[in-house]
């Protein structure tokens, strides 16, 4: 039916074949599902001969694009300059509380009797080393002008190992070397500095041999070393040093036989009063503040006339030397008229420490003030305070007619600006 053409393919056929190819490529897209192209779909089912028109355009959808308003943080206020002081204490250490709240209130009241007045805000610690340095960070961010603390040895070690940043005045100073940070000061009741004294005072080249008698107790020990140590700085010799062990007699044959110039004698006010008079009457015994413990008008008072109360004599301790301050025994002082005592009266050992306070407060206040180097007529003794240190000179004293007499020039000239000078702790 169909002529051939070579290859085989009838001229029919060939005919046909780009009909047939055609109609399969346009419906291949419809069979295999897939998208075809507009425009190509458009053109193949236009007549021949007609114009395609113009592709339809479908309209973008805009992007919007969010306006973003920026976050602007004011500056932060620049903090004042520092006020107030911020005092430290061991209020929560066991065996601490009542020295801390005999101090506070010197402290307090000091500031009662200031005419300026500051803030002060009181910082409790447990009297550990990390209480202390958290409540002395805590009193930096504060922005206080002063800081006065802490009041125990452990404290007052790891507070020096601090920045200083403001003027801190410690209550105590650590064993072994004290840090020359500046800024750092140290007031104490030193007992130390005492038993120095007592050499300085006592000494004399031509009679340079001296006994100690101490007692087993630590502060009776670290006095009898202070002592030691002073008393052959200055030339002198210490012949023995003998401890009291609860009999006296045995103290008094070894002072017969090693016939010392002078008799030191590191012992508590009860121990001094049963050994003292075993010393005997011609050697000069000399102590610190530990011998003097009864309150005036308190312990062992008997009644008198008009219903008015005098102290016990303690005639054992006639002739007794010691140094201690101002606020014990000298009432017509001039500090000493100006500030209330405690009422009920305290011990002596507790009314030292409301005096500190009340020493504190007033140095506190002039490093407020930013006075370097200045000196005060102190009821703790007279304070000199220059180049970061602060020299406190006790009263020199001597039992009279079974009472403690101030010696004539009780304050006496000191300048030793060492640890000792500068507080070593009591």
Not at 247 to 267: H, Q, S, T
Request: hydrophobic share 45%; glycine share 8%.
């Amino acid at each position: 039916m169909f002529s051939s053409v070579p290859g085989g393919v009838p001229r029919a056929a060939r005919a046909l074949l780009p009909l047939l190819l055609g109609c399969a490529l346009a419906a291949t897209p419809a069979l295999c599902g897939a998208q075809a192209d507009p425009a190509s779909a458009g053109a193949a089912l236009r007549p021949p001969g007609a114009v395609a028109g113009p592709a339809a355009v479908t309209p973008a959808t805009p992007v919007v694009t969010p306006t973003v308003t920026p976050t602007v943080t004011p500056p932060a206020a620049a903090p004042g300059p520092p006020t107030g002081i911020a005092l430290i204490l061991p209020a929560k250490a066991p065996g601490f509380e009542r020295a801390a709240e005999v101090t506070r209130k010197g402290f307090l009241v000091a500031r009662e009797v200031s005419n300026d007045k500051p803030v002060v805000q009181v910082l409790e610690t447990d009297g550990s080393a990390a209480g202390a340095v958290a409540a002395y960070q805590e009193a930096l961010a504060k922005n206080v002008a002063v800081i006065v603390g802490p009041l125990t040895k452990t404290e007052a070690a790891a507070v020096q190992n601090e920045a200083i940043r403001v003027p801190t005045l410690m209550l105590n100073a650590p064993d072994g070397a004290l840090s020359n940070a500046r800024g750092l000061y140290v007031l104490s009741l030193s007992t130390e500095l005492e038993a120095k004294l007592a050499a300085e005072t006592a000494y004399r080249s031509e009679a340079g041999g001296a006994v100690i008698v101490t007692t087993p107790s630590p502060l009776s020990r670290r006095a009898a070393a202070a002592f030691s140590d002073a008393w052959i700085k200055l030339g002198g010799t210490i012949k023995d040093t003998l401890e009291y062990a609860g009999n006296p007699v045995k103290i008094k044959r070894g002072v017969e036989r090693l016939k010392g110039d002078v008799v030191f004698l590191a012992a508590d006010a009860e121990r001094a009063r049963v050994i003292k008079p075993f010393l005997g009457r011609n050697t000069m015994v000399i102590s610190t503040s530990q011998v003097y413990s009864v309150p005036p008008k308190a312990e062992g008072a008997v009644a008198v006339a008009a219903g008015r109360v005098e102290p016990l004599k303690l005639n054992d301790l006639n002739g007794l030397r010691f140094f201690d301050m101002p606020w014990l025994h000298q009432p017509d002082h001039t500090a000493v008229m100006v500030y209330p005592h405690a009422t009920p009266q305290l011990s002596a050992d507790l009314e030292r420490l409301y005096a500190l306070g009340i020493d504190a407060f007033r140095v506190a206040e002039q490093l407020a003030r930013r006075r370097g180097a200045f000196e005060l007529d102190g009821v703790t003794g007279r304070l000199a305070v220059h180049e970061g240190l602060i020299d406190r000179t006790p009263i020199e004293a001597e039992y009279r007619d079974g009472a403690p007499v101030p010696m004539d020039g009780a304050v006496l000239a000191h300048g030793a600006a060492d640890t000792g000078s500068a507080g070593a702790g009591r």
